[in-house]
């Protein structure tokens, strides 16, 4: 198995799987590797998205501030475990006021496609939908048309043009806690008009995730096809449980789903994943992949409070994938 399309991450994030586990993905000791007061007048950091960049990291922060008001902000790290977050929220140069008038914005996911940086986030336009913007510094940010009509969460670009078009996937929704989510696709020629629309995945019943889906990191694109980090989620007596799972899109065609995994990958077991703000949640954004060793380091979201950090190999999870589905 080949990864395509990757760069070389000497400095990526890393530790060996524990002595002892057979886990396919693990997580860093150091957890959270993102406190929620590394801000001073920070409630919570979290739902994170982090990027190789000029040689070092840089990220797209959701940061939820002691008024509860939801924003993005910048964040650089030399080693992608010691972060520093600009105490000042990103603001987006927009050319049509209508659209950039930013009300929230939350869980960001950042891609790299043809040397600029482009950012995703769920927007308020009379409505949750999917705001885009791009930044070829992460200095100035530029806003574009939001990408779909609201309700909708969970947008993540795929990280190169696939027959000439962006392709991004989506989690249609309703205005609230929705109890309900499949994973779609959308194409777009400008990253203005979208369309020919294609239905991904749905929730799978009596499982981690049969009350909804959604897009994770960027999909990593391999010779067996696109490995794709997503969510699932379960509604228990006491509430939602956010695990992770992971699956395998075709590489031409990636709204068809060529293997998915029965079990979850990571899913709520430690303290800072338990209990926070919102409890027993997992959430992944974010995945750097080391093109030579095809060692993986996933940031994700932990009780909507924290950023914790978990590592994998890809082809071991290309495998887990394959023979789990």
């Known amino acids: ?85 600009e105490p000042d929220a990103i603001r987006f140069q927009c050319e049509d006021e209508e659209i950039g008038n930013f009300v929230y914005g939350y869980d960001p996911r950042v891609v790299e496609i043809d040397g600029r940086y482009y ?6 336009y009379h409505g949750p939908t999917i705001g885009l913007a791009w930044s070829d510094d992460f200095e100035t940010f530029h806003q574009v048309e939001n990408a779909l009509l609201p309700f909708n969460r969970n947008g993540v670009l795929f990280p190169r043009k696939i027959h ?35 239905w991904v995945m749905g929730p799978v019943g009596n499982s981690w995730q049969y009350t909804k889906v959604g897009g994770g ?26 695990s992770a799972g992971a699956a395998l899109l075709d590489s031409d065609q990636p709204w068809k789903v060529i293997g998915r995994a029965r079990p979850y ?13 919102v409890p027993n949640v997992v959430f992944p954004c974010a995945a750097l992949c080391d093109a030579g060793t095809g060692r993986l380091a996933v940031y994700y979201g932990a009780a909507d409070t924290v950023v914790g950090l978990a590592f994998a190999k890809v082809d071991e999870l290309v495998e887990f994938v394959k023979k789990n589905s």
């Open 1 to 85: 198995m080949k990864i395509l399309n990757a760069q070389s991450i000497p400095n990526l994030p890393w530790q060996e799987r524990p002595s002892g586990s057979e886990a396919v993905m693990w997580r860093y000791d150091g957890n959270p590797v993102i406190p929620r007061d590394i801000l001073s007048d920070a409630n919570s950091v979290f739902n994170s998205a982090v990027i190789p960049f000029r040689g070092e990291f840089a990220g797209v922060f959701r940061v939820d501030d002691t008024t509860r008001k939801m924003r993005l902000h910048r964040g650089f790290s030399k080693d992608g475990l010691k972060w520093s977050i």
């Open 119 to 124: 950012v995703m986030w769920c927007n308020y």
């Open 164 to 198: 000439g078009d962006f392709v991004l996937l989506s989690r249609p929704s309703d205005s609230g806690h929705t109890p309900f989510g499949d994973i779609y696709l959308s194409r777009s020629p400008d990253l203005i008009h979208w369309g020919r629309h294609r």
């Open 217 to 242: 990191p960027a999909p990593i694109e391999t010779s067996e096809g696109w490995l794709l980090i997503y969510h699932g989620v379960l509604q228990s007596c006491n509430g939602f449980v956010y």
């Open 265 to 277: 990958i990571l899913n709520p077991r430690e303290l800072y994943e338990c209990t926070g703000d």
